[in-house]
C-alpha cells in the first residue's frame, strides 16, 4: 500500500522557513516522482515542486522559484521541501503526492498524502 506522510508544517512569522518532510513507503522509490502541492482556503489545489529519483531532476513552479528547495534522502525514502522567505500568501495545507515520472507543471498526481498545515503570520 502506497503511503505518504507529510510533516513539519506549523506556524511561522513572515520572512520565517519550514522544513516540510514526506515519507514514502509501500513503492519502489526510484520509479516515482515525488511532489509538493498545496491548496489554500477557498482556492484551487496549485503545483509547488516536484523531484525524479530516476535521473535526480527537480521541477518548480514560478511560485517557488528562488525561495523553495526540494531534496530527497534516498536512504529514508523521504523528500523534503525546504521553504525559506515565507509570505502570507504561501499559507496552504501542502500536501505530498506521487506518480510516474516525468515532473512537469500540473501532474496529475496518482497518491496522495493527508497533509500539513502552513500558516504564515505577517
Known amino acids: 500500500e502506497v503511503q505518504l506522510v507529510e510533516s513539519g508544517g506549523g506556524l511561522v512569522q513572515a520572512g520565517g522557513s519550514l522544513r516540510l518532510s514526506c515519507a514514502a513507503s509501500?513503492?519502489?522509490?526510484?520509479?516515482?516522482?515525488i511532489g509538493w502541492v498545496r491548496q489554500a482556503p477557498g482556492k484551487e489545489r496549485e503545483g509547488v515542486s516536484c523531484?525524479?529519483?530516476?535521473?535526480?531532476?527537480?521541477f518548480y513552479e514560478d511560485l517557488a522559484k528562488g525561495r523553495f528547495t526540494i531534496s530527497s534522502d534516498n536512504a529514508k525514502n523521504t523528500v523534503y521541501l525546504q521553504m525559506n522567505d515565507l509570505k502570507p500568501e504561501d499559507t496552504a495545507v501542502y500536501y505530498c503526492a506521487a506518480d510516474r515520472p516525468p515532473c512537469y507543471s500540473d501532474i496529475g498526481y496518482d497518491y496522495w498524502g493527508r497533509g500539513t498545515q502552513v500558516t504564515v503570520s505577517s
Open positions: 509501500g513503492f519502489t522509490f526510484d520509479d516515482y516522482v
Open positions: 523531484i525524479s529519483k530516476s535521473d535526480g531532476s527537480t
